[in-house]
């Protein structure tokens, strides 16, 4: 029998793509005494009855849905992992009201393809979690990408902000639509608002409504 904690497992495993144990403990065995202990048990009985797979390559293992179309030493999973990892964050931070992997909005020839989309304290985000470096011709066509998905109207305004997590920084030349953040970590960027104690403005005159505690 599946239970509603089962249920919520393989949905997570869908939305994004693939969980290893200790993100699967944090997130649906928070309230128990050893919520790995207790995530293992789950993840061998749904394993054993067909529900999910696994990846022993990585430790802890790697889950996936049983209708996953990504191979076990795929070097996607790495990337799936760090937009979870985004997601965990988020959790704690607080106020997370949506979270979209890789959502599709235009094909990839005319248009961004965000690794996240996500509602944070009633503000829309697309967030690009950079495990590589670009060159600078890859981020400004990358970013154009952005400004035809900008141009295309399908988004309501305000257009979300683009935040771009990881150790690079680049140089973010002419002017754009809409605001270009970059930080270490969604956290690090919650802190360097906190900081500046003041809304930052968009070109276009909008301001970030988060209010940092």
Known sequence: MITKRDAAIIKDLQRFRCMDRDSIAEIHFS???NPA??????LLRLLRDGHITRSNLFVPYVYFAVDSQIKKNSQKINHFLAILRVYRELRKLGQLTAFTVEPKYLPKSQGAEPDIFCQYRNTNFFVEVQRTQYSPKQMNEKLARYVNLYN???MAKPFPHVLILGAERYTIEGEYPFRIFQADSFTDFVRSLKQQQKPVKTVDNHTIRIRVQ
Request: hydrophobic fraction near 35%.
């Open 152 to 154: 295309s109207g399908i």
């Open 37 to 42: 202990h207790s995530a293992n048990n789950v």
């Open 31 to 33: 309230g128990v005494k």
